[in-house]
């Protein structure tokens, strides 16, 4: 897709296949919400900028840009936003689109826990703690996955007290009953969703 | 009137009766006040005390009434004896209430209320019951100048309210800048689409209304006289002049657009591809609903961008240095033209700030929502080349230089100029400048008297000796008291509305003509029955002038701020009643002093600073004569009684109309009484004043800079005598101000001429 500069080409793209898309040209620039997260002077571009960026029709540069991975969700813009843009959701929204799209930035922590969720998730079809914990540790190689368990060692032994990890799991661990069925749902829902975003 | 017969009165009520010893207070009102009636009553403001009053009016021949108990500015209904000369006593707010209750007190207290008690008995005795213009006549007619969108208001709005006009239009056609828009901004909820003008419909409402006499291809060639009797001659273009009479003007001259020739470099006059805003409702009215096509060729327009703030809000003092406050709006407005005729059209606003005033956001989301782009940036330069132009522009939020290719139109949003006529002071303002070091303003002055000069149009063609035109405030807009009554101008009875006082869109001055229209009625009312316009709505008196004693020396014609003196075939002035304002400043400036009101005085005042009993130099206990302006700095000093804030049991405090009337015979008088100190509160002058009469604070510490040789010569410290900027809110401050003061002066040795 070619991109003009400051025409509405990405807009319209952003309007047809982000999540609340259609918000962004309601941003008045006030800067509230760069001003409101937590997360401003931490990351490439605040809300504001990203919605400004879009409307100057930077595509390349939205979508590789860290921050909506770097968003907490705390909801501390949408609450402030004068123009009442659901700005988390745009984010998110972003964030979906940049990924997609391949154009995610290499190494992003939030983007590559997200994966090992999703990967653990779907794999019988409900979430292995132990497992995405030792697979978040280790994420960064042997000797340091170990320095990683070592300083969570009281929270995990916690938590196995408490039966909230069981070590048994890393065997495997147990799945639900329909796990195709499941499956199915999932490619459905997929499909559904590319097909309203037109990401197919 | 009947012979004088003065009655004190000494209120016990709101604890003066504990406070003060009253009989004492009684016993000076008769011996050395000279009144021949004098009453004390333990509650005065209430029925049967204001009854007794009324009774010794109306049994006993009493003309003059000194009442002894709160501010004149207090229970001015129960004490409203509108059929005597009467003053005040100043006891509560200016005695008890500033005082401390407490034994160590109460002797300084106690002679603070008997010299207020002395004071207000020898003030009313030199008053007298102020009579109104006997010469007072009206004609009702409002003379409305301009026929735009502003005029027609003032006109159809006076003509409701029973009023007849003349409307004079200079074009040939009524409806100014608003006929020539294809829409204009929405005036209704929800806000959101153009709307259409009404200006067709108003013209038609003025030309069918019977009360409004309209004039078009006309100017007013010469207007005399003062409200309630203006002649006004009106010119056609054919050359016909016909004289009309009437008594209040409306200028609503209306702006014209700042000329986009000076923006060559935002692509101006390169190509027809650029246009002013103007320019664009002219391609709209053209299109009228169809697709505008580009100028340069007639091709489709798919891009434009809106260049805002073209050449305004400048800081190199090349172009306008203000914001016009509505081509934001009609940028909105613009765009929608595009995205309502095609949403595939993009349309592009660069702003710096967007300006929109009133229910304006809700027009900017509504843009926003139909898909107009919004780009925080500043517009560097506009290539025009061929049927394009580029936008080069700084991206103020990404921080990036970048720009716009192929715009097939680009319209730059220019300002509103005022139509203000000729800059009366120019001359005045040229050579304050020069004399602080600065010559452009002198220079352009000169250059503009050069033979072969163009020389501004004068638009009202005033016969007053002050000049043809409405004094300017700022950037050539005409004056208005900004803060406080925006429509009052210096000129009584000539009321500015609409762009051609300050820039504003269509709403703003649909709103400031009916304004504008309700305050010429109100001017034409006061002249009938000679009362003055604001601030002393109301007041009857008016300077009265012992021409015998005129020296000619013309101060009085200078310095009245709202030029209602001429000068008469034999060089006196000639004061004109109805455009007086009764600031007294007339009476300040006149160094033979022989300008009076019936009410307010040489006298009056003079007669309170003698009556102050001063004691000697042995006494330890100074005495300071504080002036202060009746509008702010003495409801200032009410306001901190009521909070009882404790001030110095030195002072005596006399209101004035306006510093501007002190009259500088009142300070030698007070030094050479024994006063220690004069004190002086009036308001801030400069640009940013607040003086009720403009003018008048400005002039009182021009005139008290000169005070400093009076003192050299009676060998006295200068700060004996001092001026202070006080504002109706400094409630806290001015109680400090004064311990300060008299503090400083209680230092100083105890003034030599006391005991003369
Ligand atoms: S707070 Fe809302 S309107 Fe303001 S810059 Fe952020 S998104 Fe835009
Ligand atoms: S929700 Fe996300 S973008 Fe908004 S303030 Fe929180 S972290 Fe920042
Ligand atoms: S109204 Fe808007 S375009 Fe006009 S000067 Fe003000 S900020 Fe600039
Ligand atoms: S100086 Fe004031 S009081 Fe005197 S004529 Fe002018 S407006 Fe009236």
Redesign the interface.
Known sequence: MSI?????NF?KEVEERVEEGQWV??C??CGVCAGSCPFGPHWEHTP??IF??I??G?REEVLTSDSMWMCTSCYNCVVRCP?KLPITHIMHGLAYLSKREGLMPKNQPTAQFGQLFWDNLTKNGRVNELKLSLGMYFKDGFSQGIKNAMAMQSVGMGMMKAKRLNPMEILGGHGIKDKSGFSAMLKKAKELEDARRKLA | MADMKVAAYICQGCGLGERLDTASLAKIAQKEGKAQVVREHPFLCNAEGVAMIRNDIDNEAVTHVMIAACSRRAKTEAFGFTDVAMSRANLREGVIWIRPDDEASRETTQEMAEDYVRMGCAEVKKMKLPEADPAAVTERRVLVVGGGISGMTAALEASRAGYRVVLVEKTGALGGWGARLYKRSPSRSPYADPQDTGVDAMIAAVTSDGNIKVYTNAITSKIEGAPGRFIAEVSTESGATTTETVGSIVQATGFSLYDANNLPELGYGKSANVVDQAGLEALARAANGGAIKRPSDGGDVKTVVFVQCAGQRDETGKHLPYCSGSCCLTSVKQAMYFKDQNPDVDTVVIYTDLRMPGNGEDFYRSGQNKGVTFTKGKVSSVEATGNTCKVNFQDLILNDQTAIENADLVVLATGQVANSGVDVDAKLKAEIAAAAGDNTLLDAWNASQAEGAVKPISVLNLAYRQGPDLPQLKYGFTDSHFICFPYETRRTGIYAAGPVRRPMDIIQATEDATGAALKAIQAIENAALGRAAHPRSGDLSFPKVRIEGCTQCKRCTVECPFGAIDEDEKRYPLFNQSRCRRCGTCMGACPVRVISFENYSVDTVGSQIKAVDVPDEFSEKPRILILACENDAYPALDMAAMNKEVYSAWVRVIPVRCLGSVNTIWITDALNSGYDGVMMLGCKHGEDYQCHFVKGSELASYRMSKVGDTLQGMGLEPERVQVFEAAITDIERLPRLINEYSDQIAALPPSPFKGF
Do not use: G, P, T, V
Not at chain 1, 4 to 8: G, I, S
């Open positions: 003009e500069k400051y025409r509405k807009l040209k309601m008045m620039q504001q900028k400004m960026m409307r100057a930077k123009r």
